[in-house]
């Protein structure tokens, strides 16, 4: 724990302490969770939109990819 205390706030950290300084009720906790996860689903929505099309891939790329296994099983691990 004392490693994260030293470490400085980032600047979306130090923005929501300026703009929350005040009490906000549950509702309005929950329509900003909403908001913050719209924000970030559609970034990433976005992101790869982007690489789909950078990659040029197609339907048949993605069900190839989506029957490939990628990573070995838990107990193979061991």
Do not use: C, Y
């Amino acid at each position: 724990m004392e490693t994260l205390a030293k470490q400085p706030l980032s600047n979306l950290q130090l923005e929501l302490l300026k703009v929350f300084s005040h009490q906000l009720n549950d509702d309005e906790i929950g329509d900003l969770k909403k908001l913050l996860v719209q924000f970030f689903s559609q970034r990433a929505i976005d992101q790869a939109n982007k690489t789909w099309d950078e990659k040029g891939w197609t339907d048949a790329d993605v069900d190839r990819m989506l029957a490939t296994k990628l990573r070995a099983s838990k107990t193979s691990d061991k």
